[in-house]
């Protein structure tokens, strides 16, 4: 299998470990990713505000990039609102023709053209569509039978693109999860957003949401999610949420490939574990205990 690969700007800075982790998981399952030449930003959740032409103009360009580099492969995002920014120039040029013809008129400037004939997709779609669950199952070499594992999946790589997953009860990690030896922690949160930039804008509102889920996953050993921001969110501030609520929160939020790439055999320096900010004492025990063969 192979990919045309599309990190985007978080998985350069602030979500390296996403980057590092997905690349060497995908390397242990055999699948090729090549990475997108001359990528830019995809103009995030701030392009809008400024130019809804713009908004669409720079994730259009990665994908004429990818157009161009002739790989008869689909592009593998690993960042939800990376994907959801592709996702919808894929989705509005089918239907809006004018739309198609400025965002053309743009990309000419750079002697590109988007044509449209190629498929962007989330990371956790090709590990749920393409990759067979028993593949991830045979290269599991450490079974994480004593940890039960709370799914996040947040709001961008499932709404409002319904792709491969349902967004009020999705459960395409459920397999993998169950897959590493683990148990996957029954809640109803998963598809519930994190605040998001409500963080930066109203803060107050942003907690209680960060709160809600980090109380609802309160007898999970880790949340497993695969968008920056929410990692971000759920972990960067579970002291504030914790002062919110009276209470303690110290949970692990680890990249769906962190965990795997653990459960087949990567060190924690392989997944870039030392990145992330809430690793207690006691989970790292529990990734040390000897599992059964």
Not at 254 to 279: F, I, K, S, W
Request: with cysteine; charged share 25%.
């Amino acid at each position: 299998m192979k990919y045309i690969y599309y990190p985007g700007c978080s998985l350069e800075g602030t979500a390296a470990e996403y980057n590092i982790s997905t690349t060497a998981l995908m390397a242990a399952l055999g699948v090729e990713l090549t990475e997108l030449d001359d990528w830019v930003c995809c103009g995030a959740t701030a392009a809008e505000g400024i130019s809804h032409l713009l908004s669409f103009a720079l994730p259009a360009r990665n994908i004429a990039a990818a157009e161009k580099m002739k790989a008869n492969c689909d592009i593998l995002v690993p960042c939800s609102a990376c994907y959801l920014n592709l996702k919808k120039v894929e989705a509005e040029i089918r239907d809006d023709p004018d739309l198609f013809k400025k965002i053309n008129q743009v990309l000419a400037e750079e002697d590109l053209s988007l044509k449209g004939n190629i498929k962007t997709r989330h990371l956790l779609d090709v590990l749920v569509t393409d990759i067979p669950v028993g593949d991830i199952a045979s290269k599991v070499t450490r079974p994480f039978e004593n940890l039960s594992i709370a799914p996040y999946y947040g709001c961008q790589c499932l709404r409002p693109y319904t792709a491969f997953d349902d967004p009020e009860d999705p459960h395409s990690m459920d397999g993998i999860i169950e897959a590493l030896g683990a148990s996957v922690h029954e809640w109803d949160m998963g598809g519930k957003c994190c605040g998001a930039s409500l963080m930066s804008t109203a803060p107050e509102a942003g907690i209680e949401l960060v709160a809600a889920l980090l109380e609802a996953a309160r007898g999970a050993d880790a949340v497993v999610t695969v968008c920056p921001m929410c990692q971000m969110n759920l972990e960067a501030y579970q002291r504030r949420a914790s002062k919110k609520r009276n209470t303690r929160f110290e949970m692990p939020v680890l990249y769906l490939p962190q965990l795997m790439g653990l459960a087949m055999g990567l060190t924690e320096h392989d997944v870039r574990l030392d990145l992330n900010l809430c690793v207690p004492d006691s989970f790292r025990e529990k990734l040390k205990t000897p599992q059964p063969a």
